[in-house]
């Protein structure tokens, strides 16, 4: 199956059908309905309604301020604007680390918005909430490595699973999700052969994002890849806008390089 020929919205399991068939899923954030009207058009497979809108669009220095009523209003403007794209939706900062109970009430204001799968980070800490989720109709898609909602605890926006202990646990974590009934595990900031270690020893898709190219698939930040506003950006970040006629060519050429393999570059990855 090519998903890029699917003309109703993709599934979980179409997304599946992806990973099978070795062929790389393409993701991008998006938090409205223009965005996601063209991306959509340019055959980005999902649109992940993230937690970076807190960055991105309300000028917050971390993502923490970001409220489960934030997520659920850009997901409905997302899903209204597309047509085909799965549909991924950020649990924020204090939603769901509770109980598992609070999870469930919060990922279903979600799903009614429009969301087809939420995304939660944290390791084996995480799993039970996640199999309280995935028992009741919720899919579940793991976030490990570099957690911007930890971002104190990490001390900044570092590079994680350099050490060997950091690299075990990492894995032990991915494990533990997918045991759980986690069906995807985004993989942020992590050096490329942890990243493919991971991915292999996994039978659930992993998407990257300044993870290397062995993951099953790369997630970019709409701004970052379209260079808004223009600047540094960090290390996994190319500016797709550079030598593209328009918004709709870079999407389309950001899609093709994920999926021929050329995104992400020896440029975008980290070393052990």
């Known amino acids: 199956m090519s998903a890029q020929t699917v003309t109703r919205r993709l599934t979980q399991g179409d997304l599946a059908k992806l990973y099978q068939a070795g062929e790389k899923v393409v993701m991008f954030t998006c938090y409205?309905?223009?965005?996601a009207r063209l991306l959509d058009g340019a055959g980005i497979d999902?649109?992940?309604i993230g937690d970076?809108?807190?960055?991105?669009?309300?000028?917050?220095?971390?993502t923490l301020p970001v409220t489960v009523a934030d997520i659920a209003y850009h997901t409905a403007a997302v899903?209204?604007?597309s047509d085909r794209a799965f549909i991924l939706a950020d649990?924020?900062?204090g939603s769901y680390q509770e109980s598992p109970e609070q999870a469930f009430r919060n990922a279903v204001a979600l799903m009614a918005a429009g969301a087809q799968m939420v995304k939660l980070e944290g390791g084996a800490e995480m799993a039970a909430t996640v199999r309280f989720l995935v028992s009741r109709g919720i899919p579940v898609c793991g976030h490990?490595?570099?957690?911007p909602q930890s971002v104190h605890v990490l001390g900044g926006y570092k590079v994680q699973g350099k050490s060997e202990a950091a690299a075990q646990r990492l894995k032990e974590d991915a494990l533990a999700l997918q045991e759980a009934g986690a069906t995807m595990i985004v993989l942020e900031a992590i050096p490329a052969a942890l990243a493919s270690d991971v991915t292999a020893a996994l039978n659930i898709i992993t998407i990257g994002i300044g993870a290397g190219k062995d993951c099953s698939g790369q997630v970019m930040v709409v701004h970052d890849a379209f260079d808004i506003p223009p600047g540094r950006k960090a290390k996994f970040v190319r500016n797709f806008m550079d030598g593209a006629s328009s918004l709709h060519d870079a999407a389309s050429r950001a899609a093709a390089a994920v999926r021929d393999g050329s995104y992400p570059g020896p440029e975008h990855t980290y070393a052990g």
Do not use: E, W, Y
């Open 144 to 147: 490990l490595g570099l957690t």
């Open 52 to 62: 970076s809108l807190g960055n991105v669009i309300q000028g917050h220095d971390t």
């Open 32 to 35: 409205d309905a223009s965005f």
């Open 91 to 93: 649990m924020p900062f």
């Open 46 to 48: 999902c649109l992940l």
């Open 79 to 81: 899903k209204r604007g």
